[in-house]
C-alpha cells in the first residue's frame, strides 16, 4: 500500500516508543519529533502519549483513539461467529484487519486469530488496541496474500465497501479508516480468488446487506446492514 510517511510526535517520556515504533513501520525518512515542536500544518499525523497511541488531522483539535468498547457487540457476533464457524482451535486469518473489529471479535470467540493491515497509519492504533485488549492475536503489517499460504482454516475479508450515493455516512471510525488507508494492494475479488485456493475450510466475505455477490457464493448468512458470504476452498 502506498501512503506518504506519517510523522509521528510523541508525548515527554515517549520517545522510545516513537522511535522502535518508526522503526517497526520501516518509515524511512518518517519524522519522529516530541510534541512541543509546531503542529504539522496538513495531513495525518500519529500522535504517542500515555493513553496509547492516536492519528490526528491538521487542524481537528481531538485526535482519534480507538476504544475497546466496539469489540464488545453481543448482538453482532451471532452473524459473524456462524459464518465464520468460529470456535476454539480454528485457526483464522483476517485479511483486511482495518481496526480489528471483526478480527479481535473472532479472537475473543476462540479463534487463532492472525490479523493483517497493510496501512502503516492504522496499523498502529490496530496493534495498540490489541495489545490493550489482552487477547492473544497475532498482528501483522504488509499485504496480507503473502500470508494467505501459511495453513488458514478460515480465510476472512472485509474490504471497503465501496461509497453509497443514498447512505449516510457511516461512523467515525470507519469515516477515519476511509480517510487515511488509500488504495487497497488488491481488488476485492482477486483476494477472493486467492483466499479460496489457500483456505482448508472456507473464505468469508462481509458485503453490504443488499449489495449483490462477487461470486455466488455456497451459503450466506444475512443481517440487517451487513451479509457474509460464505465460498469453500476451489
Ligand atoms: C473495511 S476495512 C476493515 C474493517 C475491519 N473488518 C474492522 O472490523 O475494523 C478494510 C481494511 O483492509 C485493509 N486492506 C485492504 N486490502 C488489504 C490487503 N491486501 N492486505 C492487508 N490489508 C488490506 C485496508 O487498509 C482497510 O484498513
Redesign the pocket.
Known sequence: ?TAPNTPIRFAPGQEAAAAALATRLSTAGAPYQSSSAPLPETGWHLHLDARGIALRKAGEAKPFRLEAAPLKRPARELGIARACGAQPGVKLLD?????????LTLARLGCAATL????PR?FPLLEDLAQRSGLPARIHIG???THMADGFDVIYL???FEPHPKRALPGKALQV?RDI?GE???APID?LALARRHARSRVVLKRRARSRPLVAPNWQIKGRTVRFDVYLPT
Open positions: 500500500m485479511a483486511t484487519a482495518g481496526w480489528g473489529a471483526d478480527g493483517v493491515e497493510c496501512s492504522a499485504d496480507a496474500r472485509d474490504p471497503m479508516l488507508a487497497a494492494p488488491a483476494l
